[in-house]
């Protein structure tokens, strides 16, 4: 039986995959309480960003993906694909900032790559969403400025949050000792 060389994943970093989309679901769904669809504090995008960082921005945006759907079987909210976007950006651009990111591990640069993530998706697109479905203030506008102003406190504390745990989580050099940073250019 002969081996394929032109693979996209690896059965080792597949592994790893599936054990940080895990870990996500374990972050968002089952240690972080949910006192209501649109509001959460949790730390959910740690594992999904590494994923980016770690594999390149289609395993990032893979794990991002999975670890919102199957996280949502826990959840008594159900799937709703039009709630799937931010999870993926998350990974993507853990992976399209993996270059700067594999020169150095910084707050700034770090805080740089969630910033996307976390205003285009987690903050305008999914209070534009969460409106759009749930629309509990009466109209569109009215519950729009009610999810933006919720979402942008409760997102200003878990990007810090998420940035200084994978800020010290690299600085502890786990992830070298693993073997998977910093990223080989070819990979």
Known sequence: MSKKRNQKFSTRVLAYCALLAALSIVLAR??????????????????????????GPAAGALV???????????????????????????GLF??????WLGKKVSIP???????????????????AALSFVY??????GASMIYFLSTRGVQFAVTMALD???????????????MNVWPPVSGK
């Open 135 to 140: 629309n509990s203030k009466g109209s569109f």
């Open 109 to 127: 640069r770090l805080a740089a790559g969630f910033a996307f993530p976390v205003i285009g998706g987690s903050i305008l697109y999914q209070s």
């Open 163 to 177: 940035v200084m745990i994978i800020y010290f989580i690299f600085r502890s050099r786990v992830m070298d000792r």
């Open 30 to 55: 089952l240690i972080i309480p949910m006192p209501n669809a649109s509001t959460r504090f949790s730390i959910e995008a740690v594992p999904i960003f590494v994923a980016g960082m770690l594999f």
């Open 94 to 99: 853990g992976g399209l900032f993996r270059p």
């Open 64 to 90: 991002g993906f999975c670890a919102d759907f199957v996280g949502c079987l826990f959840s008594p909210f159900g799937y709703n694909p039009l709630f799937s976007l931010p999870p993926v950006l998350y």
